[in-house]
């Protein structure tokens, strides 16, 4: 442990959060007085910065729209030990940002996920969201092999060395499922701990798009996925083909066998083919799970080159 306090750091992505953004400012300056709460202002329309500023935020800007963009920018921008990570819409209970902190210190973790918990007696979800939230959470689940409970959640709290060696490529709201990836693969430290999440203050606007969101999401899963875990991607492919191609070519040989002719040459060059193309497939998956192989150990290399959090009992 360093002698000195770690340096804890807010990250508070915005855009047209006027009505908002001074309350969620004012609760995590009170909840960990210590912390420097950074509002970074993503072309808002409205008075976004001046009231982030007035409540005692350091504001700053990013240009590019989307969330992605902006914590690409703020983990490349600020050097601290802990990173708190929270929207700007004042959906999520700031007073749990000490707890958060604390388990992160604790582990020491690299990753805690805030998982919401509604406090009010009528859903805060958008209609839709929570199904699809759901629903996304089952297939990271399988298809990555670790259970996660709310992979979209916006609460996080992160060490240095997770920030650092995070790659952040995605640009919308597909950031948190990058995250969560990332910490899966990465095998890193973490840990999930229940935050509140309440309805959005009268007169603000959500800026989610269920629809358009979840297909970026489900882009970005099947992007991981071919990327990731390029095996059973390019595997499964070959399997799905080389299934076809037995369904053809089957007929074809159990014909050539009996009469010793080929009477449905179309189909027989159809299916070897195809054939050739499953085991396309699989030579390609092999030579990209070596690729994969080479990209885990720089990562993993990358991750310790930077200290581990603070620990603390």
Aim: proline residues 5%.
């Amino acid at each position: 442990m360093t002698e000195q306090s770690p340096r804890i750091v807010a990250i508070v992505p915005c855009y047209n959060e006027e009505i908002a953004i001074a309350k969620v400012v004012t609760d995590l300056r009170n909840a960990v007085p210590e912390m420097t709460v950074y509002v970074y202002d993503n072309n808002s329309s409205d008075r976004t910065s001046e009231v982030a500023r007035a409540a005692g935020a350091l504001v700053r800007t990013e240009s590019r729209k989307g969330k992605g963009n902006v914590v690409r920018r703020a983990f490349s921008d600020i050097d601290a030990d802990i990173y708190l990570l929270i929207d700007g819409d004042d959906t999520y209970d700031a007073s749990a940002a000490p707890g958060m902190i604390a388990t992160l210190m604790s582990g020491p973790y690299d990753h805690v996920l805030g998982v919401r918990t509604e406090e009010t007696t009528t859903s805060a979800y958008r209609p839709g969201h929570a199904l699809g939230n759901r629903a996304f959470n089952r297939l990271t689940s399988r298809l990555f092999g670790e259970d996660v409970s709310d992979m979209l959640s916006g609460y996080r709290v992160f060490s240095r060395r997770f920030v650092k060696s995070f790659p952040a490529l995605s640009r919308e709201f597909e950031i948190e499922t990058e995250l969560t990836v990332h910490s899966v693969n990465l095998r890193v430290p973490q840990i999930e701990v229940p935050v509140g999440f309440q309805d959005r203050p009268a007169g603000s606007e959500s800026k989610l798009r269920t629809y358009h969101d979840g297909m970026r999401i489900l882009r970005l899963l099947a992007e991981l996925v071919q990327y990731e875990r390029p095996m059973a991607f390019f595997g499964f492919i070959a399997g799905l083909l080389m299934a076809i191609a037995l369904i053809l070519g089957i007929p074809v040989v159990v014909e050539f066998a009996n009469t010793h002719y080929v009477r449905r040459f179309p189909t027989a060059f159809l299916a070897a083919s195809i054939m050739v193309m499953a085991m396309l497939s699989f030579a390609v998956g092999l030579v990209l799970n070596g690729v994969l192989r080479a990209r885990e150990e720089a990562a993993r290399l990358e991750y310790l080159r930077h200290p581990a959090p603070p620990f603390k009992d």
